[in-house]
Structures are given as structure tokens and as C-alpha cells.
């Protein structure tokens, strides 16, 4: 039996939408340290050090690499910490501390509790009013540094 046509109208032009390539990579700060010290090793020869680690990027990604790489010599000693810790050595990126100001879990089940309330309600619940009330949350528990973002 043969395949059957999609439903719908055939498409005039095209294919259609196209699928996602995901091209974007990152690096762990093992391999980050791993990839500064193979550097350091080849007598500072980043032209090897590129071609070894991301031989199969075109010119320009080679580049960006090159530059991105000089930016990890730089924080050479940091990444030494980092992978001294089984946690942080496979982490692809680490905020300072502080950065990321969360609520506790019970300031989140009284956030959730309202909007499910005002949902009961037939109530839409728009960004602004969840910011608002995040934030009034965030104060009644003594959250410093919260944004609500």
C-alpha cells in the first residue's frame, strides 16, 4: 500500500519550515583547562592547539575558537579551581554567587497557590501581576537582591 498525502493544501513553494541544526556548542571547564593546558604544553602554539580540538570547524569558527580560547588562558588559575571539585569541573558555566536570587520553597508554593487561585477564579494572570506579587512575596521573606525577571 502506498503512503498516503498529509492533509491540508499542498504547498505552492517550498519545503516548509525548516528543522533545527543546533550547531552551538560549549565546552566544559574541564575540557576548557584541558584544551589551556595543551597550549601551554605545545610552547603556546595556539594554531596547533585549535587544530587538534576543533579540527572539523570551518576558518572563521576556528577563529572565534582561537579568540574564545585566549579568553580561558586568561582565567587559566579560576579554571584550575573549578575542576579541583567534581561539581563545578563539568559545569559549562557558573554564575557568581548571588547572581541568581531565588525564592525559598515556601515563598514558590505561596506564588503558585495565588495564581492557582486567581486561575480558579477565571482570572488571567499576566507577566506584570506575577512580577508584582513575586516581588511582594520576596519582601514578606526578607529575599534580598530578588528582581522578579
Request: hydrophobic share 35%; glycine share 6%.
Amino acid at each position: 500500500m502506498g503512503r498516503s498525502k498529509p492533509p491540508g493544501r499542498p504547498r505552492i513553494t517550498g519545503q516548509g519550515r525548516t528543522k533545527p541544526t543546533h550547531r552551538r556548542r560549549c565546552t566544559t571547564n574541564r575540557l576548557k583547562l584541558e584544551i589551556v593546558e595543551y597550549f601551554f604544553e605545545c610552547n603556546k602554539r595556539m594554531q596547533k592547539t585549535v587544530d587538534k580540538y576543533f579540527s572539523t570547524l570551518s576558518s572563521k569558527s576556528k577563529d572565534s575558537k582561537r579568540k574564545l580560547i585566549y579568553t580561558w588562558i586568561e582565567n587559566h588559575e579560576t579554571l584550575k579551581l573549578l575542576c579541583e571539585d567534581p561539581k563545578t569541573a563539568d559545569l559549562k558555566y557558573l554564575r557568581p554567587v548571588g547572581v541568581a536570587t531565588i525564592l525559598s520553597a515556601e515563598a514558590e508554593q505561596e506564588l503558585v497557590g495565588w495564581v492557582n487561585m486567581l486561575r480558579k477564579d477565571g482570572v488571567p494572570v499576566s507577566g506584570p501581576m506575577l512580577e508584582m506579587q513575586a516581588l511582594e512575596i520576596a519582601a514578606e521573606h526578607d529575599v534580598l537582591g530578588f528582581k522578579a525577571s
